[in-house]
């Protein structure tokens, strides 16, 4: 079977022999610049012959689309410094427009992006990054969607607890407003020929962020909106401790990956209806722990088959070739 046969058979709940293999991480030298990321997602797709391809846009082009602004010059790890944020008062969240999808210079690039590494890796599958209307909507409001980190730059966040008590029309607005610009972007993603998206929920399942209420207010009818569009083959990310993989088996999805090193989360064994994506802590990267690498993708093998192999998260931009190298031969 070719990677795209496998990857779909996978996706589709078909077994295979063996899990398949990919590993992503951020190229901050190359990633405000359209050409310049689909060239070295190309030569890292090449050079390690990954089963399948994540293209990993800079973490704040979605946050881009709606107004905010970074400085692209200035990071913190694998975020540019926040420079203003569009919702600054309550009130400001009721102007979160629509975006038209051709006028948007953050969506065009990586539509650009797409367009070049599909026409380069034509056998190769290939998914886009994108993040939920309510993680979105936490960066608008300069919150960092992890609930023990600041968003890097961010001066003066929005209490986001308070703004869903005095505003929550505007939020609920603001919110169907990301979900149909998310819908037509991911239209025009389908017409370049992507073999699926990589949902992000960043936060959303953690509950020192959102109770089990909210969650349900302001998560899950816009998530359905996003997924709904896309009917095809989508691995739903719940990124950081405490993410709760479990609460998204009834979504629209065809797969799940979480942190399985994470503080409050399950291992691989963990029983789901989904596929099952990860199993590798992304901290052990830039590290040169073989010894520990080995050892995490042996316990993966052990507790879980026909799954996607992959570092919990993106792993860190110092990551070495060898290791790299170690974990694609793994398999």
């Known amino acids: 079977m070719s990677k795209k046969e496998l990857f779909h058979a996978i996706l589709s709940g078909e077994k295979i022999e063996r899990p398949l293999v990919s590993c992503w991480h951020h190229f901050l030298e190359a990633e405000y610049d359209p050409t310049d990321l689909a060239q070295a997602t190309i030569a890292f797709a090449k050079k390690y012959?990954?089963?399948?391809?994540?293209?990993?846009?800079?973490?704040?082009?979605?946050?881009?689309?709606?107004?905010?602004?970074y400085d692209p010059e200035d990071y913190q790890e694998v975020f540019p410094r926040q420079v203003n944020q569009t919702i600054?008062?309550?009130?400001?969240?009721?102007?979160?427009?629509?975006?038209?999808?051709?006028?948007?210079?953050?969506?065009?690039?990586?539509?650009?992006?797409?367009?070049?590494?599909?026409?380069?890796?034509p056998e190769t599958p290939l998914i886009q990054?994108?993040?939920?209307?309510?993680?979105?909507?936490?960066?608008?409001?300069?919150?960092?969607?992890?609930?023990?980190?600041?968003?890097?730059?961010?001066?003066?966040?929005?209490?986001?607890?308070?703004?869903?008590?005095?505003?929550?029309f505007g939020v609920h607005q603001a919110l169907l407003h990301?979900?149909?610009?998310?819908?037509?972007y991911l239209k025009e993603l389908e017409t370049i020929g992507l073999d699926g998206i990589f949902y992000a929920v960043t936060g959303t399942a953690h509950p020192q962020l959102f109770s089990e209420a909210d969650f349900r207010e302001y998560s899950v009818p816009y998530d359905a909106i996003v997924l709904n569009a896309i009917k095809g083959k989508t691995i739903l990310h719940t990124c950081g401790p405490f993410a709760q993989p479990q609460r998204f088996e009834d979504y629209p999805i065809a797969a799940i990956s979480w942190d399985t090193n994470a503080k409050g989360n399950p291992d691989l064994s963990?029983?789901?209806?989904?596929i099952k994506v990860g199993g590798i802590s992304h901290q052990i990267f830039g590290k040169n722990q073989e010894v520990e690498l080995k050892k995490q993708i042996q316990q993966a093998l052990d507790q879980a088959s026909s799954f996607l192999l992959t570092p919990n998260c993106a792993?860190?931009?110092?990551?070495?070739?060898?290791?790299l190298t170690l974990f694609r031969?793994?398999?």
């Open 49 to 69: 012959d990954w089963d399948w391809i994540k293209i990993n846009p800079r973490a704040t082009y979605l946050a881009e689309t709606f107004g905010n602004t």
């Open 88 to 121: 600054q008062k309550f009130p400001d969240v009721w102007t979160i427009p629509i975006v038209d999808v051709t006028n948007s210079a953050p969506l065009q690039e990586q539509l650009t992006a797409a367009k070049t590494i599909r026409a380069a890796l």
């Open 129 to 168: 990054t994108i993040f939920s209307p309510l993680t979105i909507l936490m960066f608008l409001t300069g919150n960092s969607s992890y609930y023990d980190q600041k968003m890097y730059g961010s001066q003066a966040p929005l209490d986001f607890k308070q703004l869903l008590e005095k505003e929550r």
């Open 178 to 184: 990301i979900s149909q610009t998310l819908v037509s």
């Open 270 to 274: 963990i029983d789901l209806k989904k």
């Open 315 to 323: 792993v860190p931009v110092d990551v070495s070739a060898n290791e």
């Open 329 to 331: 031969k793994s398999i």
